[in-house]
């Protein structure tokens, strides 16, 4: 079974900052890109940033310069550190991993976190 475990959602003023974690098992972590997703209330999820198997970057153009992407291979780990927070930054933030695991060793596949709530009060 493939396992995406996220931390460090919670309730911050404008301008403060938290920082998410999310980790896996079961998937071939150094093989797979990770990324951070949000859902706002009322919205379609959208991509926040991503970071690929090699280690590069993107980041939708309404966090670039406020939110950084990182992964640590040894600890299977994702983080995402967001600074400078907005109410409109506010929304479940979910963990994504798209490559192998070691169930399908040679599949692409996508898979999903649970979710954790990031709430920015004014």
């Known amino acids: 079974q493939v396992h995406l475990v996220e931390s460090g959602g919670g309730l911050v003023q404008a301008g403060g900052s938290l920082r998410l974690s999310c980790t896996a098992s079961?998937?071939?972590?150094?093989?797979?890109?990770m990324g951070w997703y949000r859902q706002g209330p009322g919205k379609q999820r959208e991509l926040v940033a991503v970071?690929?198997?090699?280690?590069?970057?993107n980041y939708a153009d309404s966090v670039k310069g406020r939110f950084t992407i990182s992964r640590d291979n040894a600890k299977l780990t994702v983080t995402l550190q967001m600074n400078s927070l907005k109410p409109e930054d506010t929304a479940v933030y979910y963990c994504?991993?798209?490559?192998?695991?070691?169930?399908?060793?040679?599949?692409?596949?996508?898979?999903w976190g649970q979710g954790t709530q990031v709430t920015v009060s004014s």
């Open positions: 994504n991993t798209k490559g192998p695991s070691y169930y399908e060793p040679t599949a692409h596949r996508e898979h």
């Open positions: 970071i690929t198997d090699g280690g590069s970057t």
């Open positions: 079961g998937i071939i972590f150094n093989k797979n890109d």
